[in-house]
């Protein structure tokens, strides 16, 4: 287990992605893979595959607008 430190340090880095996988999305909003995938299915998050790739991403500026979003209580 790491500390809230090391956890934030993580999660500034992160940040700096253009594209994050959905294991990261869920390290920054600290919600597991499952819930990350019903954000994408009730279309509160966007998501999208790269076309040679079977993971899913969801762009940095996507995951902003989803915190910009709850933030504001939307």
Do not use: C, H
Not at 3 to 20: C, H, M, Q, S
Not at 28 to 50: C, D, E, F, H, Q
Not at 57 to 74: A, K, P, T, Y
């Amino acid at each position: 287990m790491t500390n809230k430190r090391e956890r934030d340090a993580l999660t500034d880095e992160l940040f700096k992605k253009p594209l994050l996988n959905l294991s990261e999305v869920g390290l920054i909003l600290r919600i597991n893979r499952t819930s990350v995938y019903k954000l994408i299915k009730n279309k509160s998050l966007r998501a999208g595959k790269i076309p040679t790739m079977r993971a899913w991403f969801v762009q940095r500026e996507d995951l902003m607008d989803l915190i910009d979003r709850s933030l504001q209580g939307e």
